[in-house]
């Protein structure tokens, strides 16, 4: 079942994955560059090709400070409500606008013949701790110590550059890149690469 998924990247390394999904959201994105770059952090940035078709210039600086990106669809569709046709024009749509190897199904939710076709020529990149950020009834601190708690060598954490995440994005992020430097692990973006099967 979804065997060739990414859940966590290798533990290995004393590494960190922070991702983002849903922009390029004007001011979120910015102010998340600009927080990765007080810690020395670098990204990964799961965008929605619309919003790059939108904001080309955002998507650009994501691209210049060395982070890296992934294909989230071009519309953002639920795998599960979605046929197997729509779905994949919906990312090859999207390809046009992010060229990268990698692919987060928005909601996480695709069903298997989409996986089937996708995994080819795409990494899926899913997620060992998802904050919730988006969920306008999350507790600041209850996100800040899920993350301290569950945070591991490889850990792929998801947060939102998006207008609805941003209340407690702003919150919570400071903290969560500030306890993953003290734990000592470096914080980096995922290789742009497709896993080999
Ligand atoms: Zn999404």
Redesign the pocket.
């Known amino acids: 079942m979804f065997s060739r998924s990414m859940w966590q990247a290798s533990p290995d390394d004393s590494s960190v994955y922070f991702t983002f999904?849903?922009g390029p959201t004007p001011e979120v994105t910015e102010w998340v560059l600009q927080q990765l770059d007080n810690y020395n952090a670098k990204g990964t940035f799961?965008c929605?090709g619309s919003n790059v078709e939108m904001h080309p210039t955002i998507y650009d600086s994501i691209l210049s400070q060395n982070h890296s990106v992934g294909n989230?669809s071009y519309n953002?569709l639920n795998g599960w409500k979605t046929d197997g046709d729509t779905y994949v024009r919906d990312i090859q749509r999207a390809e046009q606008l992010i060229q990268s190897p990698l692919f987060?199904p928005?909601?996480g939710k695709c069903n298997f013949g989409q996986y089937k076709t996708l995994s080819s020529k795409y990494t899926l990149v899913m997620w060992s701790i998802l904050t919730g950020d988006w969920r306008q009834d999350s507790s600041p601190q209850e996100i800040i110590d899920k993350v301290d708690k569950f945070m591991l060598p490889g850990s792929i954490i998801v947060f939102?550059d998006s207008v609805k995440a941003f209340p407690i994005l702003k919150q919570v992020l400071r903290d969560c890149l500030a306890i993953a430097q003290a734990k000592g692990y470096n914080m980096r973006a995922l290789p742009m690469t497709k896993e080999n099967d």
Do not use: G, T
């Open positions: 999904d849903d799961f929605i989230h953002h987060r928005p909601y939102h």
